[in-house]
């Protein structure tokens, strides 16, 4: 599906690791935990220190870093959210900020870092490397399934998921009242979870941040649905559409078709909560086995990924910087499956 390089940026036998960081940055996913317990006791198993940093890149920076042990780990598996916490530091993105980084990692002699998350993420990670000669693997963890380089990230089974309980719940009350619904999902830049919960929920329509659709494509999908009299339709929303916020476009509906009862319901952050599907807490504890295991044979600035169920490296460079597109066929089968 994608033509992807394992890059080996440094000879194994030249560039022996000591301590490796573990940290989890950008937005929590479901299945960090899985990944955080993979990458410290593979460590511990290969004789290595590992250390971790209390929220990402600040952390990082103002020195919340503890050493990890077989213990620090136990019983995380199902724990959504992260541990180790998260946040987005503004302090990493000057000089000055990356210099109290480096420092606190020097005294530590930690000179591997494993980075779980997305591709903000990765790119503090790179310019880490790149100032300082930090070795860095990536693992890709956010609920948004846009890393190239990966089938699947940690966390987006899980989050499609909590879409779809949540979905079949509204449709039900739909159904009972004969109500259109809007629901909004994350997806601020791509469509990923609004296009396969959109499929997997019989939605009427999906409207997402790749496909420029407009309000009377979307007109013109309700009137198909009241002459065939339908007693119940799902409009799945992405945040980032270009049509605007989902109370926008329900306001445009209710002008259009004054005897449609509509009502909208926005997800949120449940999306990203919630114990870890099975398939989540696998690819985790997969990926972030190999990301230490790639350390180890020499790779760096790379992140683990799974395509076609074999792990893979990819450039953390391309990872970031390319991107992954929608499978257009599902689109077609959601549209007519939904008629």
């Known amino acids: 599906m994608y033509c992807l390089h394992l890059v080996v940026i440094f000879a194994p ?10 940290l989890t940055s950008g937005g929590d996913a479901p299945g ?8 410290t006791r593979t460590a511990l198993y290969h004789q290595k220190k590992v250390f971790g940093a209390y929220r ?15 213990q620090s780990v136990k ?13 987005r530091s503004q302090q990493f993105r000057t000089t000055e900020g990356r210099v109290k980084a480096a420092s606190n990692l020097k005294k530590r002699n930690i000179d591997a870092i494993v980075v779980i998350g997305g591709d903000g993420s990765f790119t503090g990670a790179l310019k880490l490397s790149e100032e300082y000669g930090i070795k860095v693997m990536g693992v890709p963890g956010t609920i948004d399934n846009d890393l190239y380089g990966t089938d699947y990230t940690i966390g987006y089974d899980t989050a499609t998921n909590t879409v779809i309980e949540s979905v079949d719940k509204i449709r039900d009350t739909a159904s009972s009242h004969n109500r259109l619904f809007f629901v909004e999902v994350m997806g601020r830049d ?10 997997a929920t019989g939605a009427l329509s999906i409207i997402l941040p790749e496909r420029k659709s407009t ?16 007693t119940s339709n799902i409009v799945m929303v992405a945040e980032g559409n270009h049509l605007g916020g989902i109370y926008e476009i329900a306001e445009a509906v209710k002008k259009e078709f004054p005897s449609i009862d509509v009502k909208v319901t926005n997800l949120g952050h449940t999306q990203r909560g919630g114990s870890p599907s099975t398939n989540d807490r696998v690819l985790a504890s997969i990926l972030g086995y190999r990301a230490v295991i790639g350390l180890l044979e020499g790779k760096a600035n790379v992140m683990s990924g799974m395509i076609n169920q074999k792990v893979v490296y990819t450039p953390l460079s391309e990872a970031v910087s390319k991107t992954t597109d929608l499978d257009k066929e599902m689109l077609t089968i959601a549209r007519i499956l939904a008629t």
């Open 13 to 22: 036998m030249k560039d022996k690791i000591n301590n490796i960081l573990v």
């Open 215 to 230: 309000l009377k494509d979307l007109f013109n999908d309700l009137r198909k649905a009241q002459e065939k009299r339908k």
């Open 32 to 39: 960090m935990n899985a990944a955080i317990r993979a990458v």
């Open 56 to 70: 990402g890149y600040e952390g990082m920076i103002e020195d919340d870093i503890i050493e990890l042990n077989t």
């Open 190 to 199: 791509t469509g990923y979870i609004a296009a396969s919960t959109g499929l």
């Open 75 to 87: 019983n995380i598996l199902a724990q959504g959210g992260t541990f180790l916490k998260s946040a």
